[in-house]
């Protein structure tokens, strides 16, 4: 028996590989859930999703667009047609934009809080009302960031989202706890995803400087991500509600 043994669990953004709604699903996916993964990616997620069914496990992918309300309504609508509930969600969903304040622009912002807060807020709305349909004793996880935490380099929108997203599943928590629903925001320090790889290109030494002052020395992998995610889903977290699970090697403890 896995961890997350016949749990369903959607995982948004999981579409790019190294990335960690990638890593997430397979996680799940090995440890015995019925993974759904969705992407703006469409190819990208049923890649992921023929990865897992190739190595044993179940999955299923749908394109989504996490920053719209009606494509919320229709996956939602579709897990209960088809599975019944939901146990598990994991908004994953982001994007970065790096800029020093003075180069941002008024969309710049707009869109980052778009896709890395607002679209948190429509996935968690729509886990929490189909979770208490239901009865199911859920989790929510909503990806953060050491950003959130402390001061971060040109991130200022980035780190802006990141915190709402901090802030926001701290109230969810509180609004759901008696119902048994958790939710809890896991912060990611640096990891060696395609996002970071990209912003490292074009910011090589801000990257660099950031890097070589992790106390453990390196980038961590994906799949310390997934470690997290797959403990805040399962049982082995089930008084854990409210919480900020930080994984970066060290990074913010300075």
Known sequence: MGLVQDKICLVTGGASNPGLGHAIAHKFAAEGARVIVTDMDKAGAARTAKEITAAGGKAVSWRQDVTVEAEWD????????????????VNNAGMVILKPIEDFTLEDFNRQMLVNMT????????????????????????????AALVGVYAVSAYAASKAGVLGFTKAIAAETAKQGIRCNTIHPGMI???????????????????????????????????????????????????????????????
Do not use: H, W
């Open 192 to 254: 060696a995803t395609n996002m970071n790889a990209q912003a490292s290109e074009e910011n090589a030494a801000e990257y660099e400087a950031i890097t070589s002052a992790i106390p453990m020395g390196y980038m961590g992998p994906p799949s310390t991500i997934a470690d997290a995610a797959l403990f805040l889903a399962s049982d082995l977290s089930s008084y854990v509600t409210g919480t900020q699970l930080v994984v970066d090697g060290g990074m913010i403890n300075q």
């Open 74 to 89: 229709s996956t939602i609508t579709q897990i209960k047609s088809d599975f019944g509930r939901l146990d598990t969600l």
């Open 119 to 146: 679209s948190v807020f429509l996935g968690t709305q729509r886990a929490v009302a189909l979770m208490r349909d239901t009865n199911t004793k859920g989790s929510i996880i909503n990806m953060s960031s050491v």
